[in-house]
T-cell receptor, first 117, second 113 residues
Framework: AQTVTQSQPEMSVQEAETVTLSCTYDTSESDYYLFWYKQPPSRQMILVIRQEAYKQQNATENRFSVNFQKAAKSFSLKISDSQLGDAAMYFCAYRSGHYNQGGKLIFGQGTELSVKP | EAQVTQNPRYLITVTGKKLTVTCSQNMNHEYMSWYRQDPGLGLRQIYYSMNVEVTDKGDVPEGYKVSRKEKRNFPLILESPSPNQTSLYFC????????????FGSGTRLTVV
């Protein structure tokens, strides 16, 4: 069975600085997708970024980028130029690329990010 | 607007009193799922459905029921709620395309006393 681990329950960053959130996963599959979701105090789950395992290039969305290390099964999220609105819980998630695995999204435990002004 | 509508947003109930949390999506998604979120545990899947009349257990199904009579609706039923079901619940939907992300409802904060 696949697992996702976020070993940092809490992180803090100064406004305008850069922070990296860690995520590791375990799978025997070769075809899969990885996601980062943001959950602000409003509780809404917001998709931040997505990475296809078959792509070597790291995904980027504006100030958000990932460092995808497939061999190490690591998928960290880097937030550049941190803003107060980035304060939230961040979840790393895994989804199998195989149709017969259904559509299950497997989540890590979450990392609470605070941004200091 | 494409969305997952989940109600109620907050619910306080007593042990043993049956309740239903509704979930509806307007995106014609085949896949729907319920999760519960607890501190330090992330989100764990309760039940899921791959299409109408097709449902299956997730990782923590005990004490919950679901049904999928229409493609757009996927209610979560707690027939006899207990305090250990106090949690934050999310409904989500997706196309059955492996790389497709989920669309989440706004969550239901359930407290069972």
């Amino acid at each position: 069975a696949q697992t996702v681990t976020q070993s940092q329950p809490e992180m803090s960053v100064q406004e305008a600085e850069t922070v990296t959130l860690s995520c590791t996963y375990d799978t025997s599959e070769s075809d899969y997708y990885l996601f980062w979701y943001k959950q602000p105090p409003s509780r809404q789950m917001i998709l931040v970024i997505r990475q296809e395992a078959y792509k070597q290039q790291n995904a980027t969305e504006n100030r958000f980028s990932v460092n995808f290390q497939k061999a190490a099964k690591s998928f960290s999220l880097k937030i550049s130029d941190s803003q107060l609105g980035d304060a939230a819980m961040y979840f790393c998630a895994y989804r199998s690329g195989h149709y017969n695995q259904g559509g299950k999204l497997i989540f890590g435990q979450g990392t609470e990010l605070s941004v200091k002004p | 607007e494409a969305q997952v509508t989940q109600n109620p947003r907050y619910l306080i109930t007593v042990t043993g009193k049956k309740l239903t949390v509704t979930c509806s999506q307007n995106m014609n998604h085949e896949y729907m799922s319920w999760y519960r979120q607890d501190p330090g545990l992330g989100l764990r899947q309760i039940y899921y459905s791959m299409n109408v009349e097709v449902t299956d257990k997730g990782d923590v199904p005990e004490g919950y029921k679901v049904s999928r009579k229409e493609k757009r609706n996927f209610p979560l039923i707690l027939e006899s709620p207990s305090p250990n079901q106090t949690s934050l619940y999310f409904c989500a939907s997706s196309l059955l395309i492996p790389g497709y992300g989920y669309t989440f409802g706004s969550g239901t904060r359930l407290t069972v006393v």
